[in-house]
Every structure is written in C-alpha cells, then in structure tokens.
C-alpha cells in the first residue's frame, strides 16, 4: 500500500530520477535544477515536478535546500520514495508546519513506484494518487503509538518554552512518520544547519532563537560559509556575508560552541564507541558510526537543532542495533602498496556500490589507514550513499558484524578505481588552485602537507588553500606548522569548508583546481563551476610547486591501467 509521509494535494509532470540525489550540491538552490554533474538527470529541472528517486544522498544539508527551494517557489510538488529516506521528509515537514508551503512525500512498494514512473504526471491528495489510468489509495502507515516520557510531554505542553515545544513537536512528528516507538537521550549535538544555503537557513535558526531556544546538551557547529571574523576584509559582499555570520550568531546566542569544523572528530573530545548522539553532517555521521563506533542516525538539518533544545531524539535507524548490520558486502581488489589517494577513492566507489545499504567492505584486512584515510574514505562514501555508515573486515570496530541474511555481494575491481581515475581528472593540465581540507584538514594532515613544500613555494600561478576547524589551526600555530606552511605560500583559512565556500575566497580567476578529496572531487564541478584535477597529498604538493597536474596515475593505478 502507497504510503503518505507528508500529506499535501498537488499535482505535477513526473521526473525520474535514476538514482538519489543530494539537494546540497546537486541542486540548485534558487531554481532548482539538477547541478551534480555525475548524476544521470543532470540539467534537469525539480521545479513543480513530483519527482520520483529510490532515495536521498549525501549532505544533511538537503532538508534545508529543500525549504529554501519552497521559499524560492521552485521546489518539487511532491517527493516520491521507494526507500526509506528522512532528510528531504524532514525539509518537507518544516515547510508545511512551519511556513505553509505544502510538498507532499510519498513512500511506495517497489511495484507501485515502477508503475508510476512510467506515467507522465500525478495528481496527489491526502486519500488517492492518479497518474493516467493508475489509481493508488494512499494511507497512513500502521505503526504502534510513539511511547513519550513525562519530560517528553513537558516539552510539548510548553513546560521549557516555545522553542523546545516546536523543537519537540518537529522530533514526534517525524518519529511517527518514520515508525519510530519511542525516543531517546543524546549527549551531544553536531549543527550542520549553519551553513547558508539560502534565507530559509537563517529565517528558520532566528525563529527558534527568538523564542528563547537553548541548547540543553553540549553542541558543536559545522563549517559555516564566512570565515567568520575576517569575511569584510576578504571583500565578501555584505549582502551574503551579514546573513551568513547572522546565521553562525544565531546558533551561538542559542549555546552552541563555534567550533566551525566538518570534523567534530577531531576536537579533543570525541563521542566513545555506543554513546549515543545527535550528529548532522555525512561525513560526521558516517565516521562517528564507522569508526568511533558511536551511534547516530544521519540527522537532517533543523532537526539537529530540534535534538540539542531537547536532548531527545527518535530511537530508529543505526541507534537500533540490528540495523547496523551489513546488507552488501563488497569485495574489494586490493592493489599493491596504494598511496593515500586510494582510501577517497574507495569510499565513492563502495557508495555507489552500496547506495541505499551499509557494507562491508572487504580484502583490505592487510592493510594500514591512518584516522585520515579513513576520514577521507567516509566523507567519499557519504556523496553516494544514503547509508549512514559502513564496515571495513578487520580495520573498524563493528566489523565482525554478521550480514543480514539477505545481505548480496559485488566485487570493486582495480579497472573500477583506473575508471574512476579518469572520471575524477577531466581537467586540464594547467592548474591555477590547489584545495584541501575537504572535509577540514587534521594536524597531522597540515604537518604532512607543510613536510612535502619544505624548502619551496606554491607556484606564483597557483593558490594553494587549507581550509580547517578552529581548533586544527589552534593546534598548528602553537607547533610551527602554521608558519612553515604560510612560509611556502600556502594559504589557511578557518571556519570555511570548500563545499561551503565561494568567491572572492574562492579565488575568481582559478579555472582548474586539484584536491585530494573524493568529496569534493564529485561536488566540486557543480558548487564551483571549475574543471577538476584529483590526486594524492604528494601529488597536490608537486602541482602546487609547479602549477601543473602530472598526467601520470600514482604507481599503484597506472599498473591496472598498464593491464587492463
């Protein structure tokens, strides 16, 4: 039976989209057309559409694209799921309890979605949908009742306010929609909705701030779009930098700790394995489960905030211990004596391997990451893959998890990584910026990096730029790596991250750039609109020597090139 999630009558042309897609950089924000370059409806529009995709991907940030969208007047008429799928819902329900904008969501069978995609618009009430000669009653889902705490209903009868109360109200309804029973404690918030991706960003956290919202569990803050004490001087326009700073200030004022980082991980302390927490931002998400061993669900964007008033969030998904199982395993053609590049590498493959399951991952079980590799092969893995974590045989603390008993396999091989290669290095090989710290750079990462320019300088035709957490640059000014590395010529810049970044820090005139990040690798063409080079630290190191990218794939991947 055809499910209602977020109920609203409207009606639109269908689009399908042949995989999911993440709203943050994929979408365009004010007009709604598909940007993700690599995703196979690229160019096309969501604007009035009921759109049809297995699920979302990628960044938390998409239930706040989604709002904006609406208050733009280009978001979807409906969503339609096949999966199970909480950040665009998520992005509707605030939409519609909030603001009034009505986008319905919709989860059907397996069957009932295939019907509907070959259909050419759908018109959908609260009871039916009809899209030509098909008919679908629609229902809300059976589930057991949401079983609340007395505190839980203090929050909702406005006991701590009229902020917690809507925090409180926002967390049920969501939990009811997704089947949850029951909610449970957190101990510590991660806030990714202080990025601006719109007004609709700032709109909602001052709303929440102005009547009176308090975080009531520790809480840190991403990566925002200013560097937040130096965006005038660096000729940011006042028309984005005051409402970006204006959104950073508002989840401060409510106690969240600037801490401005992609990578709460890497502060001082870090989630233990089993607590549970509140954590937006894939790539948080997926290492805090994946390699902490903490558990969290993939919080969308305002919820995150609805978690740290409250301290409550909804028992489901990976805080559930049977649902961190594995259900794909992906056997994985290991090549000999690989560099750093592999780990990002690995990550968006086993994503696109295992887009809407968490795997395992094995034929690694010999090999040595380091918290940067594997760092890098979470963020990776969170660009194309809905699930919130993954499992690595004999290298993460969960692995020797048994799979589900339906779980499947699939083989990555060495011609997978030699194909991805050359999807990632379409630019050419003049380059004019080098990026790194996507997700924000480590200390040890910055010592590496400030190891391979000793004794040069960044090529005057080239901008090189770390991007890193407060605490990353903290640690690196008291060690000297800050002004080693300022002394090659390299810049740093705090509190940004480079999916949150634009000109004039992004530098105007760069047409190339070169990352190490499998993240940004696949973002980057679309929020940046520049061709794109990708290879190893030392590979980045040597193009921002010379200004030009090597041609030639690192050892380990020219020898799969060599055979295949």
Avoid at 137 to 154: F, G, K, M, T, V
Wanted: contains cysteine; charged residues 20%; negative net charge.
């Amino acid at each position: 039976m055809a499910t209602v999630l977020v109920a609203a009558s409207v009606s639109g042309p269908i689009l399908v989209c042949d995989e999911g897609l993440s709203f943050w950089g994929g979408v365009h924000p004010e007009t709604g057309v598909i940007i993700d370059q690599m995703h196979p409806q690229c160019g096309q529009s969501l604007a009035g559409k009921t759109v049809l995709m297995p699920t979302s991907r990628g960044s938390c940030t998409g239930s706040g694209v989604l709002l904006g969208l609406a208050f733009a007047g280009n978001a979807p008429k409906a969503l339609v799921f096949r999966e199970a799928e909480d950040i665009l819902t998520l992005g509707a329900v605030i939409a519609g309890k909030l603001f009034d904008h009505g986008i319905a969501v919709l989860r059907l069978s397996a069957e009932e979605y295939d019907a509907l995609a070959q259909q050419e618009a759908a018109t959908i009430t609260a009871r039916d949908l009809v899209a030509g000669p098909l008919s679908l009653p629609l229902s809300q889902a059976a589930r057991a009742p949401l079983e609340l705490a007395e505190n839980d209903r203090a929050f909702l009868e406005g006991a701590h306010g009229k902020s917690a109360q809507t925090a409180m109200e926002i967390i049920t309804t969501m939990a009811i929609a997704i089947g949850a029973t029951r909610l449970i404690d957190v101990t510590r918030v991660h806030i990714d909705g202080c990025i601006y991706a719109s007004p609709a960003f700032l709109t909602f956290a001052r709303a929440m701030a102005d009547l009176g919202g308090r975080v009531r569990v520790p809480t840190t803050m991403n990566a925002i779009s200013v560097d937040h004490a130096n965006w005038r001087t660096q000729g940011v326009a006042e028309a984005f930098g005051l409402p970006a700073s204006q959104l950073a200030d508002a989840y401060v004022e409510m106690g969240a700790r600037p801490s401005f980082t992609c990578a709460p991980y890497l502060l001082e302390d870090r989630p233990g394995e089993d607590e549970a927490i509140a954590w937006a931002e894939s790539n948080a998400v997926i290492y805090a489960n994946s390699v902490l061993g903490a558990r969290t669900v993939k919080h969308a964007d305002f919820m995150d905030l609805c978690a740290a008033l409250t301290g409550r969030a909804a028992m489901s998904g990976v805080y559930l211990d049977e649902n961190r199982a594995p259900r794909r395993i992906l056997n994985v053609e290991a090549p000999a004596q690989p560099d750093d590049a592999f780990w990002p590498m690995l990550g968006w493959l086993a994503g696109q391997a295992a887009p809407d399951r968490i795997p395992l991952i094995t034929g690694l079980e010999g090999t040595h990451p380091s918290e940067d590799d594997l760092k890098a092969l979470c963020a990776a893995f969170g660009t194309t893959s809905a699930a919130p974590m993954l499992h690595v045989a004999g290298i993460t603390p969960e692995a020797s998890r048994l799979p589900s008993t339906d779980a499947d396999q699939v083989r990555i091989s060495a011609a997978d990584f030699a194909r991805l290669w050359d999807r990632f290095n379409k630019g050419a090989e003049a380059v004019d910026l080098v990026a790194l710290g996507s997700p924000h750079f480590s200390a040890a990462e910055c010592a590496v990096f400030a190891g391979l320019m000793e004794g040069a300088r960044v090529h005057d035709a080239v901008t090189a730029i770390i991007t890193l957490g407060r605490d990353t640059l903290a640690a690196i000014t008291a060690n000297g790596v800050k002004a080693r590395l300022e002394a090659a010529g390299v810049r740093i810049i705090p509190d940004l991250c480079w999916c949150s970044i634009s000109e004039p820090v992004f530098p105007p005139d760069a047409r190339v750039l070169m990352t190490n990040s499998g993240k940004y690798a696949h973002y980057a063409p679309a929020l940046s609109e520049r061709a794109v080079r990708f290879g190893s630290l030392a590979q980045c190191a040597a193009t921002a020597r010379t200004g030009r990218a090597s041609t030639t794939p690192p050892a380990w991947l020219e020898a799969v090139r060599i055979g295949s």
